[in-house]
């Protein structure tokens, strides 16, 4: 049944949408946790008890998502060994080390302190509770750094002496510190800020729009969207300076985002086309002249280098990376133009009464992990023939196994994930519909806040409650 078929290609898609599936959390739990620390952060400062209701809240969507990104993120290491085992073999003394530290250095934190975090409001003093909430957000940035740096490694390859096929490590700092880590984790971390935003928005926005939790609401949509408004456009300027790094290193990834056969000067910012990889050319083809040299260039008529450059075999899959990079850019420029509005109706003081921008914010709510995974196929596949740029291809990557395991496999993680995801989203909706601990209900108690009991100081020094 399945002997037809690629097993390059099936070991591929397995890992594609295993990686996909993983990476939707992680993404969420990077913005929530920094989310929750600017929350406790303005608690400490303001004793407003709103502030604790909406930690209170956000946490437990946090943990939620904490825990599927590490059920999810298990199965990627083995899928090394088990689909891309001569790949493991060529790069593990440089994979292996990073993804170590990763662990300890990132993941023990993150597990040790996300319990006082969670539970520990009677446990600990507020300022040692929000030093674990820093602490559990500095690991996930501290994740996301070590796991970015070997997957820029394999994008820009460096330190390394290849030694019979076997990548050894000459200059460690030249391994992490490759060419393209700094501007891939700036764009995925702040790809990450931006989606925790825009879910902080969307389910503000929602009570708003069905009139519960206004208090709570309220400041969430605030945050949320003033949150948007600075990081979006952050957003373009890490991602022109991404491209720019990308068209030194990777031209052809460059060429493929830009449908562009041809090398030539003044290219094309096509807005739509149908490329044809086949016949190496553009159908039905939409575009601005000179747009895509001077964002690529910053000149008018700067050169871009074409497909045409590389044989066929050597060249990505152009309709994928083609039509995934302008998803990510069409949303791109949707948040910064939605985050801009709710700078102008916060001026006009209409930010919490206009229900065009409230369900504007609902529907884009998972905006941001469209946007993360189109832009991951546009570095992903981008990079194709190569698990290794220029170095190791794919095809001589993966282990000798028969096409039948792997698609086997594969229909089994579909109809596991699946069910994890829709699981996933029923205990989301249901928190969500639960909604936030009541302001005036003392979020780990559960019992009616009292102030404090007025007190005077009398003629001998001594505290007594006041009259």
Request: glycine fraction near 10%; charged fraction near 15%; aromatic fraction near 12%.
């Amino acid at each position: 049944m399945f002997g037809d078929l690629d097993p390059v290609l099936l070991a591929r898609i397995q890992f594609g949408f295993t990686v996909a599936f993983h990476i939707l959390f992680p993404t969420l739990t990077i913005g929530l946790a920094w989310f929750l620390v600017t929350v406790e952060a303005l608690w400490l400062r303001t004793r407003d008890p709103v502030y604790k209701s909406m930690y209170m809240f956000w946490a437990k969507l946090f943990a939620l998502a904490f825990g599927m990104g590490v059920v999810s993120g298990l199965v990627l290491s083995y899928q090394f060994g088990t689909n891309f085992s001569r790949f493991s073999e060529a790069t593990g003394p440089v994979l292996g080390p990073l993804l170590s530290v990763e662990v300890l250095t990132a993941f023990f934190v993150e597990a040790g302190f996300i319990g006082v975090m969670l539970f520990g409001w009677q446990k600990v003093g507020d300022r040692l509770h929000f030093v674990a909430t820093v602490l559990v957000g500095l690991g996930t940035l501290n994740s996301a750094f070590w796991v970015l740096a070997a997957n820029s490694w394999m994008h820009t390859p460096a330190g390394v002496e290849w030694v019979d096929g076997i990548a050894v490590v000459q200059d460690w700092w030249a391994v992490i510190f490759n060419p393209s880590m700094p501007y891939r984790v700036a764009h995925m971390v702040m790809a990450s800020f931006l989606t925790g935003a825009f879910v902080v928005a969307a389910v503000s926005a929602w009570y708003l729009v069905r009139g519960r939790h206004l208090d709570v609401a309220r400041k969430g949509l605030s945050l949320g969207l003033l949150l948007a408004a600075i990081l979006a456009p952050a957003q373009l300027f890490i991602g022109d300076a991404h491209g720019l790094n990308t068209k030194e290193h990777q031209p052809m990834k460059v060429a493929a985002m830009e449908g562009l056969w041809e090398t030539e000067r003044g290219a094309p910012l096509l807005l739509f086309a149908v490329p044809d990889q086949e016949a190496q050319k553009n159908r039905y083809a939409i575009g601005i002249p000179n747009m895509a040299s001077l964002i690529l260039t910053h000149e008018w008529t700067g050169e871009v280098k074409g497909l045409n450059e590389v044989a066929l075999e050597d060249q990505p899959p152009v309709a994928t990376v083609f039509y995934s990079f302008r998803i990510m850019l069409g949303i791109g420029v949707w948040m910064i133009a939605l985050a801009a509005v709710g700078l102008w109706l916060r001026w006009k003081g209409g930010l919490f009464t206009n229900r065009w921008l409230h369900w504007a914010c609902i529907l884009t709510g998972p905006s941001g992990f469209v946007a993360t995974i189109a832009g991951w196929m546009v570095a992903e596949v981008g990079r194709q023939p190569f698990t290794v740029y220029g170095v190791l291809r794919t095809a001589d990557s993966v282990s000798p196994v028969v096409p039948e395991a792997v698609a086997v496999t594969l229909t089994l993680f579909v109809v596991v994930y699946s069910g994890l995801l829709l699981a996933f989203l029923w205990y989301a909706a249901r928190v969500v519909r639960t909604g936030p601990p009541d302001p005036g209900v003392d979020a780990v108690e559960g019992s009616p806040k009292e102030p404090p009991p007025r007190t005077a100081v009398g003629a001998t020094g001594a505290i007594h409650p006041a009259e």
